[in-house]
């Protein structure tokens, strides 16, 4: 494991071209491996953009689009909002304060809130009557419920072109431990490419009591320290989802007692395991293909949601602004 994977040769070269990174923007239907190799060469796209981009979008390089990934960086009218906080920034006690306190502020603004409500075609049909419907479901489930929208042809060729999006499968372990490693940081990314890599389906190790304070709690067993590990992806997610929790226990603990502290069985006090089957899409060059044919209102039908050009929670609220003025504007 190291902080800076390249040699003093390979950082020069890459300084040298990242000066004229704003002038290579990515092509249609190139990926990221092949704009990285052309861009800013293959040390820091082997090394840095394919293990990064695995860590987000676990999917290798060789096969993400290139376009979909970057592209909002090179567009200058990408709508970007600053906020006033800098660096690594959560809502204090985690994302579900968030949630709960955006559901307080909504509820007094008189908005109504079902929960455990399973929508389908006719629920989308029914909305319609009184406005355009933002359906902010995954895509495969936005494909299923418009695919019974017999009312509607527009809207259900717009479910078989959401059923060409593929999905990948990642399992999660949060693991509480009763001592400090000795490396602490923000957390590992691990390649999956040898020699740099294995490929063990381990994408990526997060230290949380590292990151944000109160992630850890004292209980009866003194608990020092919270990791959050993410397994699987587009080579190994349907077999590492096949795992058991011992097995996925088994596997992480081999690769943690040699890189990160010995003994990790014996510091564990507690442990948290969430599978995924469909967890986020596959950003493929298909994919990107794909998108301008999603991104429009069809029978006053909206979509939203993590397929549509941004995956991570903070780009899909920056979406919201974009979305709020297209609800407007119909
Ligand atoms: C393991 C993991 C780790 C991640 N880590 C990060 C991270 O660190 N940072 C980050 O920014 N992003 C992260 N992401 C990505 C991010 O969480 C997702 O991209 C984002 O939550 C997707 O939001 P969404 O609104 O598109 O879909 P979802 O969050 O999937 O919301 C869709 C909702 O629709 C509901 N629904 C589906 N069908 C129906 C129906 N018929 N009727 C009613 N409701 C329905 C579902 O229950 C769900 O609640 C991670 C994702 C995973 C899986």
Request: hydrophobic share 40%; charged share 20%; proline share 5%.
């Amino acid at each position: 494991m190291t902080r800076l994977p390249l040699t003093l040769k390979e950082l020069g070269g890459a300084l040298f071209k990242a000066f004229r990174l704003r002038s290579t923007p990515p092509q249609p239907g190139e990926t990221l491996k092949e704009w990285g190799n052309r861009a800013i060469g293959p040390a820091v796209t082997s090394k840095i953009i394919s293990t990064a981009m695995l860590g987000i979008y676990a999917s290798d390089a060789s096969e993400l689009s290139a376009t979909s990934i970057l592209g909002r960086l090179f567009n200058r009218n990408q709508i970007t909002v600053k906020g006033k906080l800098r660096g690594t920034v959560s809502a204090e006690g985690g994302l579900g304060v968030l949630l709960s306190n955006l559901r307080s502020h909504l509820l007094s603004r008189g908005v109504t809130i079902q929960t455990s409500c399973h929508a389908d075609s006719d629920t989308v049909l029914a909305a319609r009557s009184a406005g355009p419907v933002i359906l902010a479901v995954s895509a495969w489930q936005a494909a299923s419920i418009l695919a019974d929208a017999a009312w509607s042809p527009a809207l259900k060729l717009l479910a078989e072109k959401l059923s060409e999006i593929e999905s990948i499968g990642l399992v999660s372990l949060t693991l509480f431990f009763n001592s400090k490693p000795p490396r602490l940081g923000f957390g590992t990314l691990f390649s999956q490419t040898p020699p740099h890599g294995e490929p063990d389906g381990i994408l990526g190790c997060l230290q949380n009591s590292e990151i944000f304070e109160g992630r850890v709690h004292q209980s009866s067993h003194a608990v020092l320290h919270s990791e959050t590990w993410i397994l699987g992806g587009r080579s190994r997610g349907e077999v590492i989802l096949e795992h058991s929790d011992d097995e996925l226990l088994k596997l992480i603990f081999e690769k943690r007692d040699r890189l990160i502290q010995s003994q990790s069985h014996e510091r564990l006090v507690g442990h948290d395991i969430s599978r995924w089957p469909r967890a986020i899409p596959f950003y493929s060059t298909a994919h990107e293909q794909l998108l301008p044919e999603l991104d429009n209102v069809v029978d006053g039908t909206i979509l939203f949601g993590n397929y549509l050009g941004d995956l991570g929670l903070a780009s899909i609220l920056e979406r919201t602004r974009e979305l709020s003025r297209k609800v407007n504007s119909i």
